[in-house]
């Protein structure tokens, strides 16, 4: 099974930016749709972004959708998720996803492995 670790995560004022990474390891990376998601404390897991085995789909939240870019390197077995424009509200613990040769779904259920997650805070 892939194993992956997210980094990138801190302590940032309203208005800025961060760029989360997730490395993966085990299987082929380049055969996984990989997601983004975040839960923030008290809340359930929601769903990010997400980006097809080969980067030419992605999909992304309403809540995030301009200020977020989902992006991979499957030479570096990667996953990045660019942030900007960040709100308080996007304060929460960010996951990286996989699924096999999946769909791009929002659905936390149907990807497989996760990885340990990273603390993004947003301070107003």
């Known amino acids: 099974q892939v194993q992956l670790v997210e980094t990138g995560g801190g302590l940032v004022q309203a208005g800025g930016s961060l760029r989360l990474s997730c490395a993966a390891s085990?299987?082929?990376?380049?055969?996984?749709?990989m997601a983004w998601f975040r839960q923030a404390p008290g809340k359930e897991r929601e769903f990010v972004a997400v980006i097809s085995w080969n980067g030419v789909n992605s999909d992304y939240a309403d809540s995030v959708k301009g200020r977020f870019t989902i992006s991979r390197d499957n030479a570096k077995n990667m996953v990045y998720l660019q942030m900007s424009s960040l709100r308080p509200e996007d304060t929460a613990v960010y996951y990286c996803a996989a699924r096999l040769y999946g769909l791009l779904s929002t659905t936390p259920g149907r990807y497989a492995s996760w990885g340990q997650g990273t603390q993004v805070t947003v301070s107003s």
């Open positions: 085990g299987r082929t990376f380049s055969s996984y749709t």
